[in-house]
């Protein structure tokens, strides 16, 4: 690592900042051009990812959603985005939208 990496540092990211972050990289995925996506990530983000979406599931669905992601688990997702030039607008209308449960952990 180098300390000029602005990623690293001793302070842990606010719950707040992954979210938005977690917003901003579902606006970039969807306006990739692959159709089939593998992402690497760490539990804490899918957390937040997740987390923004599901209030209007059934229980059972949603709790699938936002369960806590194991170590090295391998897990299949489907988005749709339905036209990649409207993608930007639609997150920011949806974006005030999204209900977000705190947590304190």
Not at 31 to 39: I, K, L, N, T, Y
Not at 41 to 69: I, K
């Amino acid at each position: 690592l180098d300390e000029n990496d602005v990623l690293h540092g001793d302070e842990i990211e606010s719950a707040s900042h992954c979210r938005d972050r977690a917003a901003r990289f579902l606006e970039w995925l969807s306006c990739r051009p692959e159709g089939c996506v593998a992402v690497v990530t760490h539990g804490s983000f899918l957390r937040h990812l997740f987390g923004q979406f599901g209030d209007e599931l059934q229980e059972e669905d949603r709790e699938s959603l936002h369960r806590e992601a194991h170590n090295c688990e391998l897990r299949s997702v489907v988005i749709c985005s339905h036209k990649k030039e409207q993608t930007k607008q639609r997150m920011m209308r949806h974006r005030s939208t999204l209900r977000v449960p705190s947590t304190n952990r």
